[in-house]
Nanobody, 127 residues
Framework: QVQLVESGGGLVQAGASLRLSCAASGRTFSGHSMGWFRQAPGKEREFVAAIAWTNGQTYYADFVNGRFAISRDSAKNTIDLQMNSLKPEDTAVYYC????????????????????WGQGTQVTVSP
């Protein structure tokens, strides 16, 4: 049983930084990509960033614009999302996701029904 557990969300002011973590368990993740999606109130879930577990290739949504960095720790089975220069429009529930696809671009287009998901962590950015 794959489990993804997010942590690190919170309430910050615009311009601040947060670091989200996702602890993965239940299987080996070689050949998988893992990443982050987010869902703001009244909006659809959208892709944020992803990383290929095997070679560390990364991929970001255009709106990230160099503000976020995704990384993985193979020894700890975790992925992190370092978020800098946060904006109020970054306010959302952030979800960790994993799928047996070899490139992060494939994860960005994944059908939600065919991915593993965490329960989410709230990020709120005040003006």
């Amino acid at each position: 049983q794959v489990q993804l557990v997010e942590s690190g969300g919170g309430l910050v002011q615009a311009g601040a930084s947060l670091r989200l973590s996702c602890a993965a368990s239940g299987r080996t993740f070689s050949g998988h990509s893992m990443g982050w999606f987010r869902q703001a109130p009244g909006k659809e879930r959208e892709f944020v960033a992803a990383i290929a577990w095997t070679n560390g290739q990364t991929y970001y949504a255009d709106f990230v614009n160099g503000r976020f960095a995704i990384s993985r720790d193979s020894a700890k089975n975790t992925i992190d999302l370092q978020m800098n220069s946060l904006k109020p429009e970054d306010t959302a529930v952030y979800y960790c996701a994993a799928r047996a696809v070899t490139t992060p671009q494939q994860l960005s287009r994944v059908d939600p029904a065919f991915a593993y998901w965490g329960q989410g962590t709230q990020v709120t950015v005040s003006p």
